[in-house]
């Protein structure tokens, strides 16, 4: 009855309390089913039956960062590590074209290598070849590195704020800050890029509480994308040990986050697909409405390695392609034309 009633405020206010949250996030049997229900029909209300796929080109697998969690990490010395060079990242946007991609996610470790002058002379090669939306997901740079991306031609940024728990953040991200991130969110919201930010769910030492906190601070933020996903241990890192994160978790804050920003977009993850061999399509079936298979050759997907057992690895583009076309049409929906631009972003801006 309980979570009846706050399935009705959030449906009708897109506002819950942090306690509110926690029920949800605790709830069982037929409380949880509603809270799916309710999540997917909002869903489909707000975007409809159109999910939109991404093409990722993960174009390095440098960092300069030491996440505890990343298999990318800067200290794992046994990563192979990888730099495509812009004739190559320009042809794979390309390749990604002629599949049906309206969207290119160009994603790399922190890597300074892409300064300001050579990932701007990509992002207008990329926009001068094909008409693509460009998403960067790169991590932290200046306000005047970001304005530059942006008067380049880029129009979106994924940056997850991993935890919104600062002593957490402290503790899994060395030479890093809470504020500095949350300073960068701020900065690429108000260049006008289409912010998509998120967390990781089941980092050691997370509480109910901190997901609640989590989910609270992504509707703060006003995110017009939202990338959840379970932590998966990557044995070349100091948290190779730590539980995974739980699958359960992760399909219920999708659900939650549907309700608070009805028209957001929202991926189902690779690490969702990757802890259950079905958890792309749970994810599609309780408020997610994006999927964002990887475009580039084998060679470089397997050396992308943020945690193990990453599904789509030995597979080629194409075939995934194929694979989740006929994944979306089974669960009911289509595959989305066009750009696919948050309907948030369109509202708010
Ligand atoms: N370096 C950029 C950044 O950190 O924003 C972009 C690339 S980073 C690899 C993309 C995301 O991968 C991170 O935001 C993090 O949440 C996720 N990730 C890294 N290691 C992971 C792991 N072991 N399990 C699940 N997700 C992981
Ligand atoms: Fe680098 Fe991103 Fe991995 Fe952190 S999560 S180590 S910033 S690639
Ligand atoms: Fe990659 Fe199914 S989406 S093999």
Redesign the pocket.
């Known amino acids: 009855m309980k979570v009846k009633k706050i399935l009705e405020k959030a449906y009708y206010e897109n506002n819950l309390t942090k306690d509110e949250i926690k029920l949800l996030l605790i709830a069982e049997g037929e409380d949880k089913d509603l809270l799916f229900k309710t999540a997917d029909r909002v869903r489909k209300e707000h975007i409809g039956d159109e999910v939109f796929l991404r093409g990722l080109i993960e174009f390095s697998s440098y ?1 300069k ?1 030491d ?1 505890f ?4 990490r800067r200290s794992n010395l046994s990563a192979q590590r990888y730099r495509m060079q812009e004739d190559e990242i320009v042809e794979v946007a390309k390749r990604a074209y002629q599949m049906g991609y309206r969207t290119v996610v160009l ?4 890597d300074m290598y892409y300064t300001k002058d050579r990932l701007c002379s990509i992002i207008k090669k990329i926009k001068r070849v094909v008409d693509v939306a460009i998403t960067l ?3 932290e740079r200046s306000y005047d590195e970001y304005k530059a991306f942006k008067d380049a031609g880029a129009d979106r940024f ?3 704020f ?1 935890t919104s728990n600062e002593k957490l953040y402290r503790k899994y991200h060395p030479g890093m800050s809470f504020e500095n991130r949350i300073e960068c969110l701020k900065w690429l919201k108000k260049l006008g890029y289409e912010l998509g930010t998120g ?2 769910i089941g980092l050691p030492g997370q509480t109910l509480d901190d997901l609640a906190q989590d989910i609270i601070l992504v509707k703060e933020l006003d995110a017009d994308m939202i ?1 959840i ?6 044995p070349q ?1 100091p ?1 190779k040990d730590a539980k995974e ?1 739980s699958v359960d978790l992760t399909l219920k804050s999708i659900a939650i986050l549907r309700l608070l920003i009805p028209d957001a977009n929202i991926p189902a993850t690779t ?1 969702l697909g990757t802890l259950d061999p079905l958890g792309r399509q749970k994810g599609l079936m309780c408020g997610a409405n994006i999927v964002m298979p990887n475009v580039n050759s084998l060679e470089y997907k397997l050396k992308y390695e ?2 193990p057992g990453k599904i789509c690895i030995n597979e080629d583009a194409t075939k995934c392609r194929g694979c989740i076309e006929s994944i979306i049409v089974s669960l009911g929906r289509k595959v989305g034309q066009g750009k696919g631009q948050s309907r948030h972003y369109k509202r708010v801006s």
Do not use: D, K, V
């Open positions: 960092c960062n996440c969690y990343c298999g990318l994603q790399s470790g922190e997901s790169i991590g994924l940056m997850r991993e967390f990781l990338g996903g379970p932590f998966i241990p990557h890192t948290l994160g690490a943020l945690y």
